[in-house]
């Protein structure tokens, strides 16, 4: 019985010092990482002449331009999110959500200025809110994004363009 324990602590201990033995390895050939030999270094810097390479200049990816809005995709948010109170037509729900197809302000407002104040809402106590019903920020979605949001104001400048009030 001695023997078998004996033979576990050697084992755990041969285990251990293998783990030891390779984490120092990795930790020495990191710590080498990027760096020149000693060697190389005075060479190079007794040899004013010699080439160096030019530091390489990081540039920042550009961001991605917004995809062109997708109006069958709008509608789809658009009745997933907006239909509750502005009909699965945007043609209201009296007294909960005003008609988008025939709205002066909607139509008034830029593609850019309709995005920020669906994202922004309406409070009900706004006075220029004439429902008194809030509409919460981005219609109470907050999963949708800017690009989503894209989407819904192309599919309603759709249903303007066919009620014939699109600018």
Do not use: W
């Amino acid at each position: 019985m001695k023997q078998i324990m004996t033979n576990q602590h050697s084992k755990t201990n041969l285990r251990l010092a293998l783990t030891l033995s390779a984490g120092l390895a990795l930790t020495a050939i990191l710590s080498g990482c990027g760096q020149s030999s000693g060697a190389s270094q005075s060479s190079s810097a007794s040899d004013p002449a010699a080439e160096q390479t030019p530091p390489v200049e990081q540039t920042a990816a550009a961001p991605a331009a917004p995809a062109a809005p997708s109006a069958e995709h709008g509608q789809q948010l658009f009745t997933a999110t907006c239909s509750g109170c502005h009909g699965p037509q945007g043609a209201g729900i009296p007294h909960l959500g005003k008609d988008l197809q025939t709205s002066k302000f909607v139509a008034g407002l830029s593609d850019d200025q309709l995005v920020d104040f669906i994202t922004q809402g309406r409070a009900a106590n706004d006075p220029l809110n004439t429902t008194h019903v809030a509409m919460p920020p981005k219609g109470g979605n907050p999963a949708l994004s800017a690009q989503d949001l894209r989407d819904i104001v192309a599919y309603l400048r759709q249903l303007q363009q066919q009620a014939g009030t699109n600018k």
